[in-house]
């Protein structure tokens, strides 16, 4: 299962506020399935197999346009590790046991 964080940015909305575009591309993201996700301050963490990962940047991607941005600006990184299970939380808690054995 592959880990990605996904930002979209419209671009000239007329307005500093971006919210009601990040509430759209939450909605837009509850219909794909295959995929668990969590909404950040800074961007959402998707998490399940590549290509359900891809659809929803797409999605995400799209989002945006539909609620009349004329522009879009999307950064996508990808964790596909393939050697064990791994997840989000399994990551964050990795380094949680590491900070306390110091």
Do not use: C, W
Request: glycine residues 8%.
């Amino acid at each position: 299962m592959a880990i990605a964080e996904i930002t979209v940015i419209p671009i000239g909305t007329g307005s500093t506020s971006l919210s009601s575009y990040v509430a759209g591309m939450h909605r837009a993201l509850e219909g794909v399935e295959g995929i668990t996700f969590e909404l950040t301050s800074m961007g959402t963490i998707i998490e399940g197999p590549l290509p359900r990962i891809l659809a929803a940047a797409q999605v995400l991607h799209e989002a945006p346009f539909a609620n009349g941005a004329q522009r879009v600006s999307t950064s996508l990184k990808i964790d596909d590790r393939r050697d064990k299970a791994a997840s989000s939380r399994q990551k964050l808690e990795s380094v949680e046991r590491k900070l306390k054995e110091e």
